[in-house]
């Protein structure tokens, strides 16, 4: 892939997926493809500094991915990727198990150490 806007781009066209947005662990937005990235880039860093100190409490390698439940019943997901941060908000409707496949495949061409090199 080009850059990170054709990154975001084919995420955005996973079936199911109503758009996403990438961040920079500093919470640097870098592409996005969602309306209100805002409403999102905190919730991200947030989150990905809880799944840190979980991670090192318990002793897990790495985190591949954080949910939540939105009041629409939409559900986000937050990547980490190396350095980076990948939201998505996916449709209630749409298949976990296909989505999840489709972003690791993606992001297995743009990340160094993969998922699961996230940490």
């Avoid at 955005?12 to 919470?27: E, F, K």
């Avoid at 500094?49 to 591949?64: K, L, Q, T, W």
């Amino acid at each position: 892939m080009a850059n990170a806007s054709d990154f975001v781009d084919r995420v955005s066209r996973i079936d199911g997926i109503v758009g996403c947005v990438l961040i920079r662990n500093d919470g640097k937005k870098i592409a996005q493809s969602l309306d209100n990235p805002e409403a999102y880039t905190e919730l991200m860093q947030s989150s990905n500094s809880i799944s840190a100190d979980v991670m090192d409490s318990i002793g897990f390698s790495y985190c591949r991915y954080v949910s939540f439940t939105q009041e629409n019943f939409d559900e986000f997901y937050m990547f980490p990727i190396e350095n980076y941060l990948l939201g998505v908000v996916k449709l209630a409707e749409c298949s976990l198990e296909t989505m999840l496949e489709t972003v690791y495949q993606l992001i297995g061409r743009v990340s160094t150490g993969g998922a699961e090199g996230a940490y």
